[in-house]
């Protein structure tokens, strides 16, 4: 502030030089918070690109397991549980049936019995399309009408089947 006769008082001009330099204090503090940030977040992201680099590092090679699903009917359950055992054991990831027991929702009049099967159906048709083959639990040569249209699904997207027996002429 000047006074009116442009002569400035001492006191005046300390109290400029002190708002001046708290401005400038203010600015160094502000600009030294900001580096400490930027240093701050610089260090978050590179911890983030390390553990991201750790998790590429870990599951390199996952997608080299091939993926098998069984199919079959359930009643065969004791040789699902041994053909799954020996897939795993081989180095593959192998998909199942979810539910042993879904006999109990074959065509016995009950409509929310045939819908839960229907969606039972439609989930294995989805492991199946997930999987780089299908393998046909078929003891006696036994392949049921689902696992008939499992095998035409799995043959119209190109995976291989494999059989536990060897078809007979009806599978050929």
């Avoid at 042993?100 to 969606?119: I, S």
């Avoid at 799995?154 to 009806?170: D, N, S």
């Amino acid at each position: 502030m000047t006074p009116k006769n442009g002569v400035r008082n001492t006191d005046q001009m300390i109290a400029e030089l002190r708002a001046a330099a708290e401005n400038d204090r203010r600015a160094a503090e502000f600009h030294s918070f900001k580096k400490k940030l930027e240093q701050r977040d610089l260090q978050r992201v590179m911890r983030l690109e390390e553990q991201a680099d750790q998790l590429e590092r870990e599951l390199a090679g996952v997608e080299n397991y091939p993926v098998i699903t069984l199919c079959g009917s359930v009643r065969f359950r004791d040789d699902f549980e041994r053909v799954n055992a020996e897939l795993t054991l081989r180095g593959n990831i192998v998909l199942s049936v979810g539910c042993f027991d879904h006999d109990r929702f074959h065509d016995h009049g009950d409509e929310k019995a045939l819908e839960t099967k229907r969606r039972l159906d439609r989930l294995h048709l989805a492991k199946i399309s997930m999987s780089n083959a299908v393998y046909v639990i078929n003891r006696g040569g036994h392949i049921g009408d689902s696992t008939r249209r499992e095998i035409a699904f799995a043959q119209g997207l190109g995976l291989p089947v494999i059989y536990m027996q060897t078809p007979e002429k009806e599978a050929q």
